[in-house]
Each structure stands twice: as C-alpha cells, then as structure tokens.
C-alpha cells in the first residue's frame, strides 16, 4: 500500500526522531570537548573497541544489548538512549500537531532546541555554532512555508530575528551597568534572536514568559531539595529559552488565537 503524502511526512518524522537522537548524542559530548564532530567511528568508553553497525542502531541496539557494551561488559551511559527516546517523542509530537512538511520542519526545530538546551545544562554554553544557524534555518523555514501555508510570512521573522537579540542584550547590558557583573550568558541574546527567526516577533513575549516558568520551577525544585538558594548559582537559561520556544512554536502566542 502507497502512503499518502501526508503520511510520509508523519512518518519521517516518527522514524527519524532516534537517528537524530543518536546524533544529537554524540555532537553534545564532541563539541564542548572541542573534537571534530565527524572525527571518526564512536568507540566504547571503557574497552575502546569500535562501534560497529549492531551497535549504533538507535534504541534497539541499547536494549538488545541490555545496556552493556558487548565486548568488555561496560555499562553504556543512559543518556544515549535517554536522548534517543526524548527526540523519538518530539517526532511524535511533531507528528500529531502538525501536517504535511510542517511536520518534519518541526521535528527538525525541536531537535536542534534539545540539542542546544543539553549543552547548555551540562556546560552552561550557548555555541555560536549552533545559535546562528539555528536563526538562519528558521528564516528559510518561514520563506518556505509562507508558500505552503497561510499564516506563514518572512517578515514577522525577520523582525522577530532582531527584536530578540536586541531585547535581551539591552537586558544585559543594563544588568552588567547596575550591577557591575554578568547575569546573562553572551550566547543568551543569539539564541533569542534565532528563536524569533521560527516564532516571529509575536512570539518571543510567549517564549519569555514559557522560559521564566520553567526556570522558576527548577529553582523552587533545586530549593526543595537543597534548602537553599543563592543568588549568585547559575542557571542555563538557554534551557529554559529553548522549552519556551517549543511551547510557543507548538501552541502559538500567548492571547492570540
């Protein structure tokens, strides 16, 4: 049986969620170790040996093995998998919410965010590597989509492109002049500036408001747990940006219907 066009795309969607998973994975430890992302086969922590094919199939290749690389026995870190399924599941997510090459455009969206909002939780760094594109893919989205879909235009993007980076440097740059110290990360601006390149200027107080939520939230978690706050303990609030810009992608602005 032929699938539908529409289908296809859910299906790509679905189906590459692992495979970015898997690369995502690998990108988030060579990057931040300043390796070559394509520098060679991946190899087992422990016993150094090679991946070969059985070993780098997204999320079965995990399970058949039980966890264990099957030379020495190691035990591979959960996070490949952990990222592996997070991206299967925004595939799906991307898949329900939305139709046609929409659908995969989205996937693609909320992969990159995952991948920038890891690195910046386990470095607190926003890679201009990463940012930059980031904000040129969303423009090339919104002039390709402003000819498949109505509601889609370039110039909302455009503006939210600038108006995103300049909010938040203004904000750093008043925050740095009151209080004589960094509150926000350099890469912090570029990435709000790339999010309003997919949600547009109409989008980005949504994303705000989205990213204080999630950081309000671990902050009161990371209190229950340590009993104690400081005003000066860092937080990636790329992270936050980066959930906030999914939500606002998927849902649309706040008020606006």
Same mark, same amino acid.
Do not use: N
């Given at each position: 049986? !032929? &699938?539908?066009?529409?289908?296809?795309?859910? #299906?790509?969607?679905?189906?590459?969620?692992?495979?970015?998973?898997?690369?995502?994975?690998?990108?988030?430890?060579?990057?931040?170790?300043?390796?070559?992302?394509?520098?060679?086969?991946?190899?087992?922590?422990?016993?150094?040996?090679?991946?070969?094919?059985?070993?780098?199939?997204?999320?079965?290749?995990?399970?058949?093995?039980?966890?264990?690389?099957?030379?020495?026995?190691?035990?591979?870190?959960?996070?490949?998998?952990?990222?592996?399924? /997070?991206?299967?599941?925004?595939?799906?997510?991307?898949?329900?919410?939305?139709?046609?090459?929409?659908?995969?455009?989205?996937?693609?969206?909320?992969?990159?965010?995952? &991948?920038?909002?890891?690195?910046? !939780?386990?470095?607190?760094?926003?890679?201009?590597? #990463?940012?930059?594109? #980031?904000?040129?893919?969303?423009?090339?989205?919104?002039?390709?989509?402003?000819? #498949?879909?109505?509601? +889609?235009?370039?110039?909302?993007?455009?503006?939210?492109?600038? /108006?995103?980076? /300049?909010?938040?440097?203004?904000?750093?740059?008043?925050?740095?002049?009151?209080?004589?110290?960094?509150?926000?990360?350099?890469?912090?601006?570029?990435? +709000?500036?790339?999010?309003?390149?997919?949600?547009?200027?109409?989008?980005?107080?949504?994303?705000?408001?989205?990213?204080? &939520?999630?950081?309000?939230?671990? !902050?009161?978690?990371?209190?229950?747990?340590?009993?104690? &706050?400081?005003?000066?303990?860092?937080?990636? +609030?790329?992270?936050?940006? /980066?959930?906030?810009?999914?939500?606002?992608?998927?849902?649309?602005?706040?008020?606006?219907?």
């Amino acid at each position: 049986m !032929v &699938l539908e066009s529409g289908a296809v795309w859910k #299906l790509a969607a679905m189906v590459l969620g692992p495979v970015a998973g898997s690369f995502i994975g690998l990108v988030s430890l060579r990057l931040p170790a300043g390796e070559q992302i394509a520098a060679g086969r991946s190899a087992c922590g422990s016993c150094q040996r090679k991946l070969g094919p059985l070993d780098l199939v997204p999320v079965l290749s995990f399970l058949l093995l039980r966890g264990r690389c099957r030379t020495c026995g190691a035990e591979i870190p959960r996070r490949y998998i952990a990222i592996e399924l /997070a991206c299967l599941g925004f595939g799906v997510w991307a898949a329900f919410a939305f139709d046609g090459p929409l659908c995969l455009i989205s996937a693609l969206f909320a992969w990159w965010l995952l &991948l920038i909002a890891i690195i910046d !939780v386990e470095h607190f760094w926003l890679p201009d590597v #990463l940012t930059l594109p #980031l904000g040129a893919a969303g423009l090339i989205a919104a002039a390709g989509l402003s000819r #498949l879909y109505d509601g +889609f235009s370039l110039v909302g993007p455009l503006i939210g492109a600038v /108006a995103g980076f /300049a909010v938040l440097w203004l904000v750093a740059r008043a925050y740095r002049l009151l209080r004589g110290r960094e509150g926000l990360g350099g890469g912090d601006p570029r990435l +709000f500036g790339a999010i309003g390149a997919w949600v547009g200027w109409t989008g980005l107080p949504s994303v705000l408001v989205w990213a204080g &939520l999630a950081g309000l939230s671990v !902050v009161i978690a990371t209190g229950l747990v340590q009993r104690k &706050l400081s005003a000066t303990q860092r937080m990636p +609030f790329g992270a936050f940006l /980066a959930a906030g810009a999914w939500i606002t992608w998927v849902f649309g602005p706040l008020g606006i219907g």
